[in-house]
T-cell receptor
């Protein structure tokens, strides 16, 4: 089954404790992206990647890092999480020919930073 | 649901009726427009897209209309079903930026039995 998977689905952590949210897709997509979703603010892009070893900042990259060492994986790293990073996070992927338009989204990761 | 805004516009529609969800976009030079559907507890799902050189595009039970004069996009859902209950987002591709889209705030569609 074609899908984007994220782990963990739920995470509660404390300020300053480094964490990684994994994202993996099995569709051989070149384009991958991370979004955060907050009430009243909609979906905002954090980082995206057009292919292996190519990453770019989105609209809200501060406090986040990403890497793209393999085509299928695109982990999101929070080196020192803060309470304002409490949010619902989505990973997405798409074929390069579809651009960022027809993205497949993962199920989301609910992160709470206390 | 956990993934929607506290003050999202809400549209309530009787089951079986047609739904029209509206969206005002920001940039008159945007080239591409997309509609996504997000059911409670799930990630957004692509529905349909339309290029700026078109004013209408039809899919299965859905139609997207684009009015560039007033920067308005709408999604029409025919014969609304309970499974259509979700938050609907429009998105646009800003000019000269091929590799990203900007999402709108979303509209909740509520189906009345």
């Amino acid at each position: 089954e074609a899908q984007v998977t994220q782990n963990p689905r739920y995470l509660i952590t404390v300020t300053g404790k480094k964490l990684t949210v994994t994202c993996s897709q099995n569709m051989n997509h070149e384009y991958m992206s991370w979004y955060r979703q907050d009430p009243g603010l909609g979906l905002r892009q954090i980082y995206y990647s057009m292919n292996v070893e190519v990453t770019d900042k989105g609209d809200v990259p501060e406090g986040y890092k990403v890497s793209r060492k393999e085509k299928r994986n695109f982990p999101l790293i929070l080196e020192s999480p803060s309470p304002n990073q409490t949010s619902l996070y989505f990973c997405a992927s798409s074929h390069i020919l579809a651009g960022p338009y027809e993205q497949y989204f993962g199920p989301g990761t609910r992160l709470t930073v206390t | 649901g956990e993934n929607v805004g506290l003050h999202l516009p809400t549209l309530s529609v009787q089951e079986g009726d047609n739904s029209i969800i509206n969206c005002a976009y920001s940039n008159s030079a945007s080239d591409y427009f997309i509609w996504y559907k997000q059911e409670s507890g799930k990630g957004p799902q692509f529905i349909i897209d339309i290029r700026s050189n078109m004013d209408k595009r039809q899919g299965q039970r859905v139609t997207v209309l684009l009015n560039k004069t007033v920067k308005h996009l709408s999604l029409q859902i025919a014969a609304t079903q309970p499974g259509d209950s979700a938050v609907y987002f429009c998105a646009e591709n800003p000019p000269k930026i091929d590799d990203k889209i900007i999402f709108g705030k979303g509209t909740r569609l509520h189906i009345l039995p």
